[in-house]
Nanobody, 123 residues
């Protein structure tokens, strides 16, 4: 499966963005989906994950209450709605997938990665 992330940009603190991750290829199979981010000089950080059937989600403590993950299976797209953005949310955001049903926050639990989309939050 191929993943294409989009929707990043420059936004002021307190603003919102919605990232999209469009999947192509073997989309008939079920995949867990996740979002990670990486800021300059920092390790890649888990943000949110979604079970393959969309029945369950898991969001990192650092963004819980502000970020929401969802999917539209008809469009083969996963979204990350980001509200109340803070300067510390500035990073490259990556979507990821793996052909398994359950949720995981572990980086190694994903074998497919998108190219990343830059999110910059100004103060």
């Amino acid at each position: 499966v191929q993943l294409q992330a989009s929707g990043g940009g420059l936004v002021q603190a307190g603003g919102s963005l919605r990232l999209s991750c469009a999947a192509s290829g073997r989309t008939d199979e079920t995949y867990r989906m996740g979002w990670f981010r990486q800021a300059p000089g920092k390790e890649r950080e888990f943000i949110a994950a979604l079970r393959s059937d969309g029945s369950s989600t898991y969001v990192a403590d650092s963004v819980r209450g502000r970020f929401t993950i969802s999917r539209d299976n008809d469009k083969n797209t996963v979204y990350l709605q980001m509200n109340s953005l803070k300067p510390e949310d500035t990073a490259v955001y990556y979507c990821a997938a793996q052909r398994l049903k359950t949720i995981t926050s572990i980086f190694g639990g994903y074998g497919y990665w998108g190219q990343g989309t830059q999110v910059t939050v100004s103060s």
